[in-house]
């Protein structure tokens, strides 16, 4: 009787787990652009390198990524302007990327700083494609790319404070868990 009802359950939850995994691809553009992003602010921060091969490799895999989550959003009439608009936004973020690479600017800040002004140039880019596309999650990824640009700065500006506050935590925690294992260690 217990195998008898075990049979349906594992054939519901099949569907179910097919659904994920469908749900999961549908999202996966929208993760890609924001890991992508990420990558390569934090790939400038540890390295100290000049990254502007990364954004350059990264903007149009971005805008392919960009015309994948938007490609539902539009008319099947209309999705060949759809992506020849998205190409000239694209094209459009790149040039700008080189401009500023090229100009002066190079000289004045140094890479830390040129990795988040490209970084947020692509996150304006991924947002004026949720504009344009209508798809209100690729302009969600291109908020949180912004909002990673003052985060990141942030963070390695107060990297020593919250490892110091992380130590802290952490001996609270050894000290509260010795605490509790001497107090058991009593009563029993």
Not at 19 to 27: C, I, V
Not at 64 to 85: C, E, F, K, N
Not at 104 to 124: P, Y
Not at 145 to 166: D, K, N
Request: charged share 10%.
């Amino acid at each position: 009787m217990a195998e008898s009802n075990s049979a349906p359950s594992d054939g519901a939850a099949e569907p179910r787990r097919t659904r994920d995994w469908a749900s999961l691809l549908a999202e996966l553009p929208y993760y890609a652009i924001v890991i992508l992003g990420l990558i390569g602010v934090f790939w400038t921060s540890l390295f100290r390198a000049p990254t502007t091969t990364y954004w350059v490799i990264v903007t149009p895999i971005v805008g392919l990524l960009s015309i994948a989550g938007g490609w539902r959003h539009s008319q099947p009439g209309g999705r060949v302007a759809m992506i020849a608009t998205q190409i000239g936004q694209w094209v459009a973020v790149l040039v700008a990327m080189y401009l500023i690479d090229v100009s002066d600017v190079r000289g004045l800040v140094n890479n830390d700083a040129m990795g988040r002004m490209m970084l947020t140039l692509l996150a304006l880019g991924v947002f004026v494609s949720g504009l344009t596309l209508r798809a209100w999650k690729l302009c969600v990824a291109g908020v949180f790319l912004a909002v990673a640009v003052p985060l990141v700065a942030w963070f390695e500006q107060a990297a020593l404070i919250l490892l110091l506050i992380g130590g802290v935590l952490i001996a609270l925690g050894l000290a509260l868990w010795w605490a509790r294992a001497r107090l058991s260690h009593g009563h029993a």
